[in-house]
């Protein structure tokens, strides 16, 4: 998920998070840390990496 819960009302966002958190699913978000940090409690967060992606040769054609 590409920063799913930065630019919704709070109220959403609550919401958004109990569901994943009561999914009991894997999910990937591109989006801070320290925003995962505080929408999540410590047990929800298995592991924050941070992947830093190089340009491909396919970034000449866009």
């Given at each position: ?27 990937i978000m591109t989006?801070?840390?320290?925003t995962i940090r ?25």
């Amino acid at each position: 998920m590409d920063e799913p819960l930065t630019n919704v009302e709070e109220e959403i966002q609550e919401h958004a998070v109990s569901v994943l958190v009561d999914s009991d699913i894997q999910c990937i978000m591109t989006t801070s840390n320290e925003t995962i940090r505080s929408l999540f409690r410590p047990r929800n967060v298995k592991n924050l990496d941070r992947i830093a992606l190089e340009p491909t040769t396919l970034d000449r054609f866009a």
